[in-house]
């Protein structure tokens, strides 16, 4: 798919609509009554046309000029995020959190009551905008410039970080807590169920990511944070038996 073209800019911003919607291409098959992989094919820029674009539009709630008016205003030439920029962001851990859940559709407001950040957050937002990573639209709206880079060593930092959160998470975690939700089994899988297995769990994310936007409205004094753990490591028969 051109990403350049008008049908490219209007799939990219059906696609954002997906994600904030929580929607999978399944669900959009079930509600235009099509298989899943005409579906994807749509979403590729194969074999689109007017009518189907409409239908598009449809399942997420938008019209087709709703839609075009959304994609225009949508900037899907965001440039990555610099490694000067991850370095910035490396040593100011609020911004780097504070830009994190902007990027989710939380307004400086909300992560100001969230966080305790009212009297940093302005100094937060001001360090965002000269990294070049937000421009300050109003006092409580921002537009986020650039997208996170995949591939590289600026990769590997992140990884590194999230691994190093992930073993902090499991050190202290305590299983017998009755708040604490978890589950640990062994499968017995094949090469292509682990490839499905990694589809679940990136679906997981995804929408946990969109209960999240669900519940974005609800004040802090009636929500609880929770931190999240889901992985797989090959295993062997001797250690089912241990």
């Given at each position: 798919?051109?990403?350049?073209?008008?049908?490219?800019?209007?799939?990219?911003?059906?696609?954002?609509?997906?994600?904030?919607?929580?929607?999978?291409?399944?669900?959009?098959?079930?509600?235009?009554?099509?298989?899943?992989?005409?579906?994807?094919?749509?979403?590729?820029?194969?074999?689109?046309?007017?009518?189907?674009?409409?239908?598009?539009?449809?399942?997420?709630?938008?019209?087709?000029?709703?839609?075009?008016?959304?994609?225009?205003?949508?900037?899907?030439?965001?440039?990555?995020?610099?490694?000067?920029?991850?370095?910035?962001?490396?040593?100011?851990?609020?911004?780097?959190?504070?830009?994190?859940?902007?990027?989710?559709?939380?307004?400086?407001?909300?992560?100001?009551?969230?966080?305790?950040?009212?009297?940093?957050?302005?100094?937060?937002?001001?360090?965002?905008?000269?990294?070049?990573?937000?421009?300050?639209?109003?006092?409580?709206?921002?537009?986020?410039?650039?997208?996170?880079?995949?591939?590289?060593?600026?990769d590997d930092d992140v990884r590194e970080g999230r691994i190093k959160m992930a073993r902090r998470f499991l050190s202290a975690i305590d299983l017998h807590e009755d708040d604490c939700q978890w589950s640990c089994f062994y499968a017995r899988?094949?090469?292509?169920?682990?490839?499905?297995?990694?589809?679940?769990?990136?679906?997981?994310?995804?929408?946990?990511?969109?209960?999240m936007k669900i519940d974005i409205e609800i004040p802090p004094g009636e929500v609880q944070w929770y931190q999240l753990f889901v992985?797989?490591?090959?295993?062997?028969?001797?250690?089912?038996?241990?």
């Amino acid at each position: 798919m051109d990403a350049s073209t008008s049908v490219g800019k209007l799939i990219l911003a059906l696609k954002q609509q997906l994600k904030v919607k929580g929607l999978h291409y399944r669900d959009v098959a079930e509600r235009l009554k099509v298989s899943e992989g005409t579906v994807k094919r749509y979403f590729s820029g194969k074999g689109i046309s007017i009518l189907a674009l409409d239908k598009l539009a449809q399942t997420v709630g938008l019209d087709l000029f709703s839609l075009a008016a959304l994609a225009q205003q949508q900037n899907v030439t965001e440039p990555w995020l610099t490694k000067a920029q991850q370095t910035a962001l490396k040593k100011s851990k609020s911004s780097s959190v504070v830009l994190n859940y902007l990027s989710m559709g939380f307004t400086p407001a909300q992560l100001a009551q969230e966080f305790d950040l009212t009297d940093q957050m302005d100094g937060i937002l001001t360090r965002l905008q000269d990294w070049g990573l937000i421009r300050r639209v109003s006092a409580n709206s921002v537009r986020i410039l650039v997208k996170p880079r995949s591939g590289g060593k600026q990769d590997d930092d992140v990884r590194e970080g999230r691994i190093k959160m992930a073993r902090r998470f499991l050190s202290a975690i305590d299983l017998h807590e009755d708040d604490c939700q978890w589950s640990c089994f062994y499968a017995r899988l094949s090469q292509v169920s682990v490839g499905r297995l990694r589809e679940i769990m990136q679906r997981f994310s995804s929408d946990v990511h969109a209960l999240m936007k669900i519940d974005i409205e609800i004040p802090p004094g009636e929500v609880q944070w929770y931190q999240l753990f889901v992985g797989a490591e090959p295993s062997s028969r001797k250690n089912i038996l241990r």
